[in-house]
């Protein structure tokens, strides 16, 4: 497809890294996502030792949509993870795509854009490939 839209089903995902992996295995051109988001937290991780040392690149949030499984908007299981914009931009950037850039949101756009609490990011696949 040369145009992918995955529009508010990424946080009823338990595994949206291997969602956006689909998502760029079907895109030849643009991709856009738009997405609730969490919180992003900075800082290093001790990787199995003090002397390993690797930098957070995002998070993901666990949100719990056990009692909303009934309904057709939720996540089958309920288990649910919530990328923070920092991570999906990284995320995306891994799983293949290029020129990876958060849109900019209107001001009289949906309150939850323009506060930050959802995102819409674009990528686009390499033209080698």
């Known amino acids: 497809f040369d145009l992918v839209l995955c529009f508010g089903l990424l946080y009823h995902l ?3 890294i291997g969602a956006l992996r689909q ?10 996502v738009e997405t609730q988001v969490v919180p992003n937290m900075s800082g290093n991780v001790d990787w199995g030792s003090y002397r390993f040392v ?5 998070v993901f949030g666990i949100i719990d949509e056990t009692w909303e499984t009934h309904g057709k908007e939720a996540s089958v299981t309920g288990i649910c993870l919530a990328p923070s914009t920092e991570g999906l931009l990284w995320i995306m950037e891994k799983v293949g ?5 958060l849109l900019p949101c ?5 309150e939850q854009l323009r506060f930050g609490k959802r995102v819409m990011v674009s990528g686009r696949v390499p033209r080698d490939g």
């Open 14 to 16: 338990e595994d949206p």
């Open 23 to 32: 998502a760029r295995a079907l895109c030849q051109d643009l991709c856009v």
């Open 54 to 58: 690797k930098p957070l690149q995002g």
């Open 97 to 101: 795509f290029v020129d990876v850039q």
């Open 106 to 110: 209107p001001d009289d756009g949906y």
